[in-house]
């Protein structure tokens, strides 16, 4: 049986999308890395996730699982969870990697609270991911 | 109908440096994808594939990330010779590029060596029926019209009218 995931973007208190933003702000080669990234994911059984596309977080992340690109010699990394429904992965946080560190550093715990935001209230707090 | 997935993408393209880098990094993805996806159906190890083609395994694992975007002609057509598949490579306009974006599906991105396809095609025809009458073949172009179309194609477009009707 294949799973497949659709992708969501976090939404936040204002009605904006964070993570669109996020990806808007960076060169476009990046943007455009990540998005077909993603796109091709959305697309792949669930059983063919991994490293070097994904990779199940651990430790003060347990999960949370980043999508994963470098571009010109930056780690990138999207962070989400599966949810808030079946078939669904929602994109928390944005940031990059480096030296096995994430930056920003706090990312992992915004990540855990939008989950809690995103649980409380999926119609508002989450939008199927923008490609644009 | 158009997908929203479809309607973002092609507006994205205003840009053209963003269509130019979205035009690469897909034809980086999907390659990289395919050549993991294929040597899996083949139960090989990146070994074994770098062995069947003089390289080394550190090589295969470079083909098979993402983010290396440097396969070269000739390295395509020796994976495509390695997994009997035909390599096509070609101009299209972008928006048969959306269409190819918001349409993969398992045989796309793993697609039957000609011996599988024989295989589906073969195993497709009826018992009572005559082979040489339902298995056409061009004679001025031999090639084995082939059956094998899973019906468990999996796409995003797929995915979002199922969601649609749900819905």
Known sequence: MRIVSLFCDYIDVNGVNVIKIWLDGLEPGAKARLNARLN???????????????????????????????????QYR????????????????????????????NIGEKAFERIETVEGNPTARRRRHDFG | MILDKERQILNSLDSKEYREALAIEHVNTTLAIQIRMMRENHQWKQSDLAACLGKH?????????????????TTLKALAA??????????????????DMVSLSETRLS??????????ALASVPVTSNLMEDVKVDANNPILVSSYNP??????????????NVA
């Open chain 1, 78 to 105: 999207l962070l989400g969870y599966d949810g808030p429904y079946r078939g669904e992965f929602t994109i928390l946080a944005c940031g990059t990697e480096r030296n096995n560190r994430y930056i920003p550093l």
């Open chain 2, 151 to 164: 019906h468990n194609m999996l796409t995003t477009a797929n995915v979002e009218k199922e969601l649609a």
């Open chain 2, 57 to 73: 395994q550190e090589t295969v694992s470079q083909w098979e990330n993402p983010d290396y975007g440097r396969h070269s002609m």
């Open chain 2, 82 to 99: 390695a997994f009997d598949v035909a390599l096509l490579v070609k101009f299209i306009p972008f928006s048969e590029l959306v269409q």
């Open chain 2, 111 to 120: 697609p039957p060596s000609f011996g599988e396809e024989q295989y589906y």
């Open chain 1, 40 to 74: 091709a994911l959305e697309q792949m059984n669930r059983t063919e996730w991994g490293v070097p596309m994904t990779e199940v977080l651990k430790g003060d992340k347990d999960g949370l699982i980043a999508v994963r690109a470098k571009y010109n010699r930056i």
